[in-house]
Nanobody, 124 residues
């Protein structure tokens, strides 16, 4: 069956960095566009970053542009999110998601498969 497993979350001070990783299995990974989303308590799930099937195109939410970088390794079936200059408002559960499309999608409803999430907490 399809599995997306996130790792790398944790507690970090404001200004620090974390690298999240998502390992996929059960799909032909290179056929799927990938995205990272996050959800803070009491808020809706929001788009963070997306990457095309081949990795040549990326898109970011304005709130993370210039601080976060998404990258994928189709040989290893992984997609990473490097997060720098973290802020307390970045605190959330972070999810990776996959969609059998070639484009870059921001709407979480369009994604088919989801991981279980990993907690990121940024202290001030």
């Amino acid at each position: 069956q399809v599995q997306l497993v996130e790792s790398g979350g944790g507690l970090v001070q404001a200004g620090g960095s974390l690298r999240l990783s998502c390992a996929a299995s059960g799909i032909i990974f290179s056929n799927y566009a990938m995205g990272w989303f996050r959800q803070a308590p009491g808020k809706e799930r929001e788009f963070v970053a997306g990457i095309s099937r081949g990795g040549g195109s990326t898109v970011y939410a304005d709130s993370v542009k210039g601080r976060f970088t998404i990258a994928r390794d189709n040989a290893k079936n992984t997609v990473d999110l490097q997060m720098n200059s973290l802020k307390p408002e970045d605190t959330a559960v972070y999810y990776c998601a996959a969609v059998l499309r070639s484009g870059l999608l921001r709407n979480p409803a369009e994604y088919t498969f989801w991981g279980q999430g990993t907690q990121v907490t940024v202290s001030s």
